[in-house]
């Protein structure tokens, strides 16, 4: 798969001026360095300055430099292994840096998901959802929390949740062999991208099912399959994914989900309180005891 930044650069070669040049021929062979330098020390490495590295991130359509970074870090985020992004987590944000390098990286991908996110297909996966038969959740590895949390909520709203448990491959087969048209499937993938949720969706797929995929771009192996696709921005920390922004999307999708659901849903916590209360399963608000 040929990356946009790619494109763009074969696109522009020709009108190139030297030092460009030597800009395109230096991330065509080493993309994986220059994600993560800085537009100074990518100018240094490669003998032309910051400014024309700056000129040349213009010249190829982006923004400015931190968003030609940012499309080189896409690329092959996935294809990190775990003490890669433990060498490359430690040049970015030092021991020192943690909870504010952290913090406020959490806070720029909640914003850049703002930005792309499309109201046309949350909209879609909202109808999808309520139009559904079953409801099925599907998500692997770092991607199970979140497919966790959102059949915690879905469940208290709709009959039919399914939360498809991903511990053994040839199990998880078994739990969707009656999956069809009728129903949908939430698929929930990020970098690095699990082989295992890819096979489940060509086999949902082949059945025609809905598949709504919440993933990290357009271009994620999950988004072919996918009839809505929700793009919420992670990025990797140290061994961890950022999953921030994906986790507030799935956020998102809950409240519209209750909030087109009213009167159900209300119905549904009035019982549910009555429990909750019989059965003690929560604290009393004013911190006394339970009897």
Not at 185 to 212: E, H, M, W
Request: proline share 2%; glycine share 4%; charged share 25%.
């Amino acid at each position: 798969m040929k990356s946009f930044i790619f494109s763009k650069i074969d696109l522009n070669n020709k009108k190139l001026s030297k030092g460009h040049k030597k800009l395109v021929q230096y991330i065509s062979t080493n993309y994986d360095k220059a994600a993560f330098m800085t537009a100074s020390k990518l100018g240094e490495k490669v003998g032309v300055s910051e400014s024309t590295v700056v000129r040349f991130a213009t010249e190829m359509g982006f923004k400015g430099y931190p968003e030609l970074q940012k499309e080189l870090q896409q690329m092959i985020k996935s294809k990190l292994t775990a003490v890669q992004r433990m060498e490359v987590s430690s040049n970015l944000i030092g021991e020192d840096n943690a909870i504010k390098k952290v913090l406020n990286g959490d806070i720029e991908l909640i914003r850049d998901t703002l930005e792309i996110v499309s109201d046309s297909e949350f909209k879609k996966a909202v109808e999808m959802i309520n139009n559904a038969r079953k409801i099925y959740i599907l998500g692997v590895r770092s991607s199970a929390a979140l497919a966790s949390f959102l059949y915690f909520y879905l469940n208290l709203v709709f009959e039919n949740v399914v939360l498809v448990d991903t511990s053994s491959g040839s199990e998880m087969f078994e739990q969707m062999f009656r999956i069809n048209e009728e129903d949908v499937c939430v698929a929930i993938s990020f970098p690095r991208y699990s082989k295992q949720t890819i096979n489940a969706l060509r086999f949902i797929s082949d059945r025609g099912t809905n598949i709504i995929s919440i993933t990290d771009s357009a271009v994620s192996p999950i988004a072919e399959f996918s009839n809505a696709l929700l793009v919420a921005k992670s990025d990797i920390v140290s061994v961890v994914d950022s999953l921030v922004a994906p986790l507030s999307l799935i956020n998102a999708l809950i409240v519209a989900l209750t909030f087109s659901r009213r009167e159900e849903v209300y119905n549904n916590f009035n019982k549910l309180e009555g429990i909750w209360d019989e059965y003690q399963v929560y604290d009393k608000p004013d911190g006394g005891e339970n009897e």
